[in-house]
């Protein structure tokens, strides 16, 4: 484990369906990430959460919803998906936003059906 | 805007060679750089992490220099082995933006 835990590993729903992905790290970090990597391309980030507040929000469509409930846990809702949302979803900590030093966790591959 | 660019995009070599990967950057205003490695279908899992101050970062076989002034730095792998090969990511940290910018990779494959 790196410090930062993301379940489920992988993820199949259908297009109508709601499910979550959670992100969990203890390294006492106060900022919280999640990035968006599609086959062959780079990473996209998605949000940028510092001390439970979102910080920022690249364009993200709706039917992606991140919460962020406390400084150690991180979740993305996802709601009426498209297919072309399949791809590995990346959650990071880092002590602050600016400071660097990423830790990632290992990824949760989500395929839409 | 910092703009990260990594080169080659993709190198095979034998195994036992050492290698060098690059990443430059655009803005020399930096916190800090960190070399990832990354993979198929996985996480990141950061190798080294080089502070502004710093000059270079050792880890194992691993060795990450750090030329702010250029906007240079480089990865070497001595001895390279076939669980080597991976996707090597850079990462800047400027010090006017709150994210870390990325390059895109250089896809490494060790050949037995």
């Known amino acids: 484990e790196t410090g930062v835990t993301q379940t489920p590993r992988h993820l199949v729903m259908g297009m109508t369906n709601k499910k979550s992905l959670k992100c969990e790290q203890h390294l006492g970090h106060n900022a919280m990430y999640w990035y968006k990597q599609s086959a062959k391309k780079p990473l996209e980030l998605m949000f940028v959460y510092s001390l439970e507040e979102r910080v920022e929000n690249n364009s993200v469509p709706s039917r992606f919803s991140p919460e962020c ?4 846990h991180l979740f993305l809702h996802l709601h009426t ?30 395929t839409v059906v | 805007k910092q703009e990260v660019t990594q080169i080659p995009a993709a190198l095979s ?37 080089i502070q502004s101050s710093q000059r270079e970062q050792t880890s194992g076989r691993l060795n990450a220099s750090l030329d702010k002034s250029s906007g240079r730095s480089t990865l070497y792998i001595a001895a390279s082995q076939p669980g080597d090969s991976a996707t090597y990511l850079c990462a800047v ?20």
């Open chain 1, 81 to 110: 998906l498209q297919p072309e949302d399949s791809a590995l979803y990346l959650c990071a900590s880092s002590l602050g936003t600016g400071l660097g030093g990423y830790t990632f966790g290992s990824g949760t591959r989500l």
């Open chain 2, 93 to 112: 940290a400027p010090l006017r933006d709150d994210k870390i910018i990325f390059g895109k990779g250089t896809r490494l494959h060790i050949l037995p």
């Open chain 2, 13 to 49: 070599v034998p195994e036992g060679e050492n290698l060098v990967l690059n990443c430059s950057f655009t803005d020399s205003a930096i916190y800090n750089l960190q070399w990832f490695r990354q993979d198929p279908g996985k996480g990141l899992t950061s190798l080294l992490l």
């Open chain 1, 69 to 72: 409930p406390n400084s150690s």
